[in-house]
């Protein structure tokens, strides 16, 4: 992968950021999502955040060898603070980092926030509590994927400010409009889960150790619900 060639999954996010987006790409590593999307004509700018030097390093050598330093600045920061009020930010991505950190990058910065950007988020895992987030927030979740790259599966989220959103359990847990649309990947994606947390149920009853009654009951309530979404 670079930036002249991006994963099926960076390809899926890529195709959510507006044309004509001023973009911010938290936790860039590369750098590659901003400078293919600057080589393709689809962003008039970007800022590239990370929180790391080397990654930081490794984005500011992409910038410079695609020609891109006026166009996308990289920054040293954490999380929203790469974002500057003048940067007139009008998407933010945030890929490849569980669904926790991101809700808590969102959670910590929203100040740098001002509710009219597009969030396209692909987080690895968590999407349960950073659906709630969104929907606590007033975002609305305007499109949502499941793919598969390299045996594991991963889930796009994006959402925008709408005002009040009202998402059921249900539909936190599995995606609200994954949950009507069911695409293969996504009801594959849920019989692995099912195969799983069967597993783990059987494994608790075998166990010798006490398990809290808490955890049982709630992997109990989500082996259910997928039972029925797969019926």
């Known amino acids: 992968m670079n930036e002249q060639t991006l994963s099926w999954r960076l390809e899926r996010v890529a195709a959510h950021v507006p044309a004509g987006a ?7 590593d590369h750098g590659y999502l901003p400078v293919a999307l600057m080589r393709r004509g689809v962003i008039a700018a970007a800022v590239a955040g990370e929180v790391a030097l080397t990654p930081f390093r490794s984005a500011e050598r992409t910038v410079r060898e695609n020609g891109f330093t006026r166009q996308v600045i990289v920054r040293l920061a954490d999380g929203l603070a790469a974002i500057e009020p003048e940067d007139g930010i009008t998407a933010v991505s945030l890929c490849g980092m569980g669904g926790e950190t991101i809700r808590d990058i969102l959670a ?3 100040a740098r926030l001002n ?8 987080p690895n895992g968590g999407e349960q509590p950073l659906r709630q987030w969104l929907m606590e927030n007033g975002y609305r979740i305007c499109f949502e994927e499941v793919l598969r790259e390299n045996r594991f599966y ?5 959402a925008e400010r709408a005002g009040p959103v009202m998402y059921t359990a249900q539909e936190l847990y599995f995606g609200p409009l994954q949950m009507r649309a ?16 069967q597993r783990t149920l059987t494994h608790f009853a075998r166990a010798r150790q006490a398990v809290p009654e808490q955890k049982m009951q709630d992997i109990a309530v989500q082996t259910r619900w997928i039972t029925e979404l797969l019926a």
């Open 108 to 110: 910590g910065g929203k």
């Open 154 to 158: 991963y889930e796009i989220i994006v």
């Open 22 to 28: 001023r973009l911010a790409d938290i936790g860039s």
């Open 115 to 122: 509710g009219q950007e597009r969030l396209i988020l692909q």
């Open 182 to 197: 069911r695409s293969p990947a996504f009801l594959a994606k849920w019989q692995r889960m099912l195969r799983l947390k």
